[in-house]
């Protein structure tokens, strides 16, 4: 009698650590997005400069765009990048429609999606289901590369997935080597589309909730989330000029401006090109050198919107 006991007592132990675990294995991962809001805070250096480019932080936004795949029906998340004008505290967009992504919290895995290249490929970005030993293919200027978990870890009860992949960026005097880091409920910390920069991320903020902070001090004076509030993420002349990186062309977009004027100047103040925009809204810039400049836009009544512009 005894042992039938034990013995139904250890089939019960069994059958309650299998459920146990198969509830956990079915517990959804956090996601990346916030229900309103989601700002991810960024230093960047140009990639093929020796030395780097210094270039500073960017911010990207989750805006309240969504992007329908026609062809696969997917939906996907839309982020603008920009950067915060140290006079007015506003959100300057350089980058309209930056980022797509889609996620699963389900499995933990993030997608991204070029439509500029493609809309059928998307490319997986993030997949927190890895554990150590496991490779993932992380899309870099260079091209893809293979990178290997080396450690996962927990912190706040959010997962780490650490890789042996890292990328150095240069701030100010110091070079920085930041690893390639999985962040359950954040994102990457180098990124994604690091088709022109090196991006290592400073801090992040979901829902007014701050959900990230780089322990390196170089970067203690780059974050600057704290000095937003909702009405800095404006753009009163609704003017974007993008694509940021530029190579030969620029495109303005100004649903609510006829008659245009484009002026672009070089570091030192110098204006470089001039266009008046009345029926086009493309600009040539393949005259320009690679280099940082600033473009100025200015309306019939006067109004102006400033913004810094990459030339590859």
Known sequence: ??????????IFICIFLN???NAQNTNNYESIFGNNETYWNYYINQFGDDPPQLVGDIIFILSDELYTNTTTGETYRVFD???????SNEFIIVAPEFYYLREDTGTGKVWLLQPQ???????????MNLEVGDDFDFLTAEGTQTTTVTNVYYQNNLKHIV???????EVGDEIISQDLVFIEGVGSSLGYLNYAFRKHLVCSEKDGIPTFENDETAFDSFCVLSMLNST?????L???VYPNPAKNKLFIKSPNQNN???????LEGKSVAQHQLKNTRKVNISNLNSGIYLVKVKTENGATFTQKLIVK
Request: net charge negative; no cysteine.
């Open 238 to 240: 609704n003017i974007y």
């Open 81 to 87: 990048g920009g950067y915060v004008d140290e006079d």
């Open 117 to 127: 290249f493609s809309e059928d490929e998307e490319i997986l970005v993030i997949d």
């Open 163 to 169: 890789f042996d992949y890292s990328e150095d960026i």
């Open 232 to 236: 800095s993420f404006e753009n009163s």
């Open 260 to 266: 245009l004027n484009l002026e672009i100047f070089n």
């Open 19 to 21: 459920a146990n675990s």
């Open 1 to 10: 009698m005894k042992n039938q006991l034990l013995k139904l007592f250890l």
